[in-house]
């Protein structure tokens, strides 16, 4: 027996980039930001491409963080034209196609202190959509018992968000691991599938799933389409949510399926009309303030952002300044780019650019005093944090469950946001950013 799935995930809806953004711009008037749009035009076209398949798929199925909020960052709710995008698409979808969906519950969208979940009253309003959630897997674990949907040619076991640290607090770690072996087995001989939100990083992806022998797991959280191992992958994210996806491919992955075979997956990439730049530049030893953003300018020409406003192709840029000159300091640096943004961002500036966002790493003195400019500091007060974090492990000791490279980037990214570093909070997603 054969099936065939589409597999996407990490949609986001809601996604509000604030930093750096210019005012006054609408993807719909007086109802979306032009670049929150962005990922409601990314959902839709992700089902309508998933609609013209030809052979159809049996199901869809997302792997988790359908909206952006709540979560650790922001825990108020998705805006409402979120929930209305999920609604309207996903009901035209399974009404022309009569194609089911599934859409589990990740980190985002999920209410960490509520016994409530925002995919239930999703489900109530869409004929047709399953969802999987925190409270649905709680339940299952505590009643004994497996979640799985079952469709026509297909059984998929859900495994919603769970936070290793929850699991750990409250002593479930080997009670998890027992729940999946014992009551998440493939009980018929046609495709299985699992699917999943969490990563190796922060460890809420769970080994054991890789042992019950399904022939596909559909993963989620990790923002890259990417293989994990040869039945199992990552769709990624749609839209570029942070800059370092600036050069990932985006998309959605089909999937067919064999019982006991490895599965065929074929990458669908989008295309995207809206630059993101993600670039360094680098200091000169005898640069100024004023000839860091004459060099900025010459940069955005080059790269043909100096040009007339276009709503539907305005570049999204970070810029991560790198080096250091001893002729200007931090804060007369940070003055100039502020000015060049505001100039960059303005009415009528003459660069079509929709977003202007930058960080600094300068690797020199700074001639400013420090005890007067606190908030810029932006060097180490140590030499090599993370060789030294480690030194430091070595005097301890440590629980041998814990893991040693994921507790040193979480005291060197902390140290990179109490510095400056890094540009606005310490979340779990701060610690899977790449460098750019």
């Not at 054969?2 to 609408?26: E, K, Q």
């Not at 969906?101 to 999703?122: A, F």
């Not at 990439?269 to 030893?285: C, G, M, S």
């Not at 810029?376 to 993370?386: G, H, K, Q, R, T």
């Amino acid at each position: 027996m054969s099936a065939r799935i589409a597999h996407i995930s990490d949609t986001h809806l809601g996604s509000r980039p604030r930093d750096g953004v210019r005012h006054n711009i609408w993807g719909q008037e007086m109802r979306t930001q032009l670049l929150e749009n962005d990922f409601y035009e990314r959902f839709a076209e992700l089902f309508d491409k998933i609609a013209g398949l030809d052979p159809p798929v049996d199901v869809v199925i997302h792997s988790g963080d359908l909206y952006n909020s709540p979560w650790e960052g922001n825990p108020s709710q998705p805006p409402v034209v979120a929930q209305e995008i999920a609604i309207s698409v996903l009901q035209n979808f399974i009404k022309k196609t009569r194609i089911p969906v599934l859409i589990l519950e990740g980190n985002h969208g999920l209410y960490r202190l509520l016994e409530v979940s925002l995919l239930d009253g999703l489900k109530l309003a869409v004929p047709g959509l399953d969802v999987a959630t925190q409270q649905d897997i709680k339940a299952a674990i505590r009643e004994e018992r497996p979640l799985v949907y079952s469709y026509k040619n297909l059984d998929v076991f859900c495994f919603p968000f769970i936070d290793h640290a929850v699991l750990r607090s409250s002593d479930m770690i080997t009670k998890f691991d027992d729940w999946i072996t014992s009551q998440q087995k493939r009980e018929r001989l046609r495709p299985a599938i699992g699917v999943a939100h969490g990563m190796d990083l922060d460890k809420t992806l769970h080994n054991a799933i890789f042992s019950m022998n399904y022939d596909y797991i559909a993963l989620g959280h990790d923002h890259k389409q990417r293989k994990q191992s040869s039945n199992a992958w990552y769709a990624g994210c749609p839209e570029r949510w942070r800059f370092d996806e600036s050069t990932h491919d985006k998309g959605f992955l089909v999937v067919d399926l064999k019982a006991g075979k490895e599965p065929l997956v074929t990458p669908h990439i989008l295309e995207f009309v809206r630059p993101v730049l993600n670039e360094k530049l680098t200091f000169a030893e005898d640069d100024t303030a004023d000839s860091l953003t004459a060099r900025l300018h010459t940069w955005f020409s080059e790269k043909g952002l100096v040009a007339e406003w276009d709503a539907k192709t305005a570049a999204r840029v970070r810029i991560v300044f790198e080096g250091g000159s001893h002729l200007v300091s931090s804060f007369d640096l940070g003055i100039a780019l502020e000015n060049f943004r505001l100039k960059v961002l303005s009415q009528d500036s003459g660069y079509n650019v929709a977003q202007f966002v930058w960080s600094t790493r300068q690797t020199v003195d700074s001639e400013y005093v420090a005890a007067s400019y606190p908030e810029i500091e932006s060097e180490y007060l140590i030499e090599d944090p993370e060789n030294d974090f480690r030194d430091y492990l070595d005097t301890l000791d440590i629980d041998k469950s814990l893991d040693l490279d994921t507790l040193t980037k979480i005291a060197v990214t902390s140290l990179e946001f109490s510095v400056g570093k890094k540009d606005g909070k310490m979340t779990s997603e701060s610690l899977m950013e790449e460098d750019p």
